[in-house]
């Protein structure tokens, strides 16, 4: 199972980015419902869940990024994307995404013990 982030880069305050996620090696009856998300951890902090789709389809979001940001997947491409609209400085972090083959649902989609699978991470930071 592999996970590679694109997408990051350096925007202003009020701009935009997508994140993708390809993941590679889910295949097989056990990938069916997989729980995915997407992590980020900013310099001196915890890596934190900002979004997620649990094994049920239903998405999550941490309350600082709810109305900005929105978790999508493409199953058919094995991909998952992050839109990321009013981007703000407090928004600089680097990003991951995560997968795991087992059910997760609701809130615990959001928490780092529902995964076993991680991207290397992609960079976003938001300045003027």
């Known amino acids: 199972v592999q996970l590679v982030e694109s997408g990051g880069g350096s925007v202003r305050p009020g701009g935009s980015l997508t994140l993708s996620c390809a993941a590679s090696g889910y295949t097989g009856s056990r990938y069916n419902r997989p729980c995915m998300g997407w992590f980020r951890q900013a310099p001196g902090k915890e890596r934190e869940g900002v979004a997620a789709?649990?094994?049920?389809?239903?998405?999550s979001y941490a309350d600082s990024v709810k109305g900005r940001f929105t978790i999508s997947r493409d199953s058919a491409k094995n991909t998952l994307y992050l839109q990321m609209n009013s981007l703000q400085p407090e928004d600089t972090a680097m990003y991951y995404c995560?997968?795991?083959?087992?059910?997760?649902?609701?809130?615990?989609?959001?928490?780092?013990?529902?995964?076993?699978?991680w991207g290397q991470g992609t960079q976003v930071t938001v300045s003027s």
């Open positions: 995560a997968a795991s083959a087992f059910y997760c649902s609701g809130w615990y989609s959001l928490t780092q013990s529902a995964y076993a699978d």
């Open positions: 789709i649990d094994s049920d389809g239903r998405l």
